[in-house]
Structure formats: structure tokens, C-alpha cells
């Protein structure tokens, strides 16, 4: 749990990115998303693979590592914190990249997408709304 969130902080300084996308964080912190019960731990992955995200190649290192899937299950969790941050991720995974945005299409992202637009939560419609425009432009 704590070194998810720690890798999350450090994904400001671009040397400590890329050793972490060298040194395999990516897979480890997918494979937190799949196998781990606890939702904090959870939302300590999804808020470094969000951050990561920021950066073209670590995004298509996530893509690449299987990790969309993994991502869009958790879509449908009731924790609103949880989604927003699997949800920023995707949005940044996406952000002008053609072929990462047609790869969240092609795993089935867009009814889970359209649902949570109109979702209860203000905030979770938002940050939907704003993958659905990334993905709108491919």
C-alpha cells in the first residue's frame, strides 16, 4: 500500500519515472489491481498509474502490460475515489494518443464509460465525460 503511494510521488521527478518504468513498476502495481483485496491498496495503484500515465511511454507500457483490463473492471466499484482515479488514468492513457485510444476501445471501455456520465457523482460524471472526449477524437 505505502509503496504505491510513495511511487506516485516520485513520478514528478522524470529520472525516478523512468527507473520505475525500467525496473518493472508497472506490471507490479496492474498486478496490485488484480490481485489484491484491499481497495487502498487499489487506489494507491491507480493513483501511480495515473501519474505514470503522464508520460507517453509509460502509458503505452500500461497498455502493453495488459493493464487496461484490469482498469476498467474497477470502473464499476461503488468507491467514487476508486473510479475517478481509474478514470484519470484512462483519460491520460488516451490524452493524443490515437492508437492507445482505440486499444480502451477495443477492451470494451465505452459502456462502462457512457454509464458513469451520468452517474450519481458529479465528480465521476466529469472525469467521464472528459475520457469520452479524448476517446471522441480518434
Known sequence: MY???TLSSLTSIEEAL???????????LINILSTCPLLVCKKGAMR???????????????????GLVPII?????P?????RRCLIALYFIGADKDALQQAIGA???LPGLLTLACSDSPDVQAEATDVLKVLCRY
Open 3 to 5: 509503496a504505491a503511494y
Open 18 to 28: 523512468e527507473q520505475m518504468c525500467v525496473l518493472g513498476a508497472i506490471p507490479a
Open 48 to 66: 501511480a498509474l495515473g501519474r505514470l500515465a503522464r508520460n507517453d511511454q509509460a502509458a503505452a507500457d500500461i497498455v502493453a502490460a495488459n
Open 73 to 77: 473492471s474497477l470502473l464499476n466499484r
Open 79 to 83: 468507491d467514487s475515489s476508486l473510479v
Open 107 to 109: 477492451v470494451g471501455a
